[in-house]
């Protein structure tokens, strides 16, 4: 791919950042506690 | 520059390889966190069974001193690198998740107190590090990503300013790696120095929050003192880190008006753009708890997965810490942040305690 294709596609799907995606598997995470996906998490 | 200080790369175009790259280096974390608590756990039963008396050395400090160990005596494989580039991750996962474990009365509370500290905190570190900067001549550009550095999140807040102000990524790197040679120090001394001072976790936590300068080690100082310590520290950095956008603002700004950046012509995208989404999530995740979204064994299950992803985040903060690497950026950043980082502990421990004192923390 070239470098502006790569700047095309950058802009057609922007990219996540690691904050979102961190947020986004919390939530995900808290979901499965949530419907004991994950049930009694040791430590 | 270092490859303990480079900045994130990220490659596009190949997700599937680039999850795949990661595999080694989180591996790897996980390895190390695991370890430091299996020898928390040994060391302090062996002591035990044999009646010594012996320090309570917790995982925390485990998993930093096997990274440290690591880092400044092996040569760590190119696999590996970009596994343990995630610790940034795994601290703001931690962080979302550990929202679950506050009131929402003390997040008020307790937020309230830090943003009113952070604010004077911000005011005063900008202006001193400005100050130092042109003592010892620094680069105007550096001497901005170091007070930035210092004032708000240590190296997020140089990568979010780097980009705005239009800074090199040699000045970056030098401001990053003050920020981390001094954050790695802080570790050790803000512990002792608390536990001679006698201070309460709360104001421990606070003071952890408000001096130390990269979330990583704010997070791992305000642990090794204790678990509720380390809790108020993530609280009060968070604090700091919303404030994040607001600083680089006036910054780029500031460099735009002189020419030596590009304006901002959306103000209300830019602070969007720059504001660390993971502060709202950890609210988010604090209001659930609050409207009972979770029963108590749910709760303390989030809490459980927040100490996971804090224990990759541990053993990150040693295996990035390469002392060889840093010396090799300069001494004059080194003694503008050392002083300054000296100068804005000592200040924010006299606010802490001034705040102990007249609210009672």
Redesign the interface.
């Known amino acids: 791919?070239t470098r502006e294709a790569?700047r095309t596609?950058?802009r057609e799907y922007p990219?996540v950042?690691?904050?979102?995606?961190?947020?986004i598997?919390?939530?995900a995470?808290?979901l499965a506690?949530?419907f004991d996906v994950?049930?009694?998490?040791?430590? | 520059m270092a490859s303990s200080i480079s900045l994130p790369r990220v490659e596009s175009g190949k997700p599937l390889l680039n999850a795949i790259r990661i595999v080694p280096g989180i591996l790897l974390l996980a390895g190390i966190g695991y370890a430091a608590k299996i020898l928390e756990h040994s060391v302090n039963a062996y002591a035990k069974a044999r009646h010594w008396t012996f320090p309570n050395i917790e995982y925390v400090l485990w998993a930093i001193l096997i990274g440290l160990v690591i880092s400044n005596t092996l040569s760590i494989p190119r696999i590996f690198q970009s596994g343990i580039a995630t610790y940034e991750f795994w601290l703001k996962l931690g962080i979302v998740l550990l929202g679950a474990r506050f009131v929402l009365r003390d997040v008020m509370k307790l937020g309230g107190i830090s943003l009113g500290l952070v604010v004077i905190e911000i005011t005063l570190s900008l202006a001193l590090m400005t100050f130092l900067g042109r003592l010892f001549k620094l680069k105007p550009k550096l001497t901005s990503l170091l007070a930035i550095g210092s004032s708000v999140c240590g190296v997020s807040a140089i990568i979010a300013a780097k980009g705005a102000i239009d800074a090199d990524d040699e000045d970056a790197s030098f401001a990053m790696a003050a920020i981390l040679a001094l954050g790695a120090l802080a570790l050790f001394t803000f512990p002792v120095i608390a536990h001679g001072l006698h201070m309460n976790d709360v104001s421990y936590g606070l003071w952890a929050g408000l001096g130390v300068d990269n979330t990583a080690e704010a997070t791992a100082a305000g642990a090794l003192y204790s678990e509720a310590a380390g809790k108020v520290a993530v609280l009060a950095k968070t604090a700091r880190n919303a404030m994040i956008g607001f600083v680089v603002l006036a910054y780029a700004i500031y460099w735009a008006n002189q020419g030596k950046a590009e304006k901002v012509t959306n103000k209300a995208a830019f602070l969007w753009k720059k504001f660390p989404k993971f502060v709202l999530g950890f609210l988010l995740m604090s209001l659930l708890v609050g409207f009972h979204a979770f029963n108590k064994g749910q709760v303390a299950s989030l809490g459980n997965l927040s100490k996971w992803a804090f224990l990759l985040t541990f053993a990150g903060v040693g295996l990035r810490t390469n002392f060889r690497e840093m010396s090799k950026q300069g001494l004059r950043p080194f003694i503008v942040g050392a002083v300054g980082e000296v100068l804005i502990a000592c200040l924010t421990l006299g606010l802490v305690l001034a705040a102990n004192r007249i609210g009672g923390l």
């Open positions: 791919m790569h596609s950058a990219s950042s690691i904050d979102t995606w961190a947020v598997l919390a939530f995470l808290a506690v949530k994950f049930k009694n998490v040791p430590w």
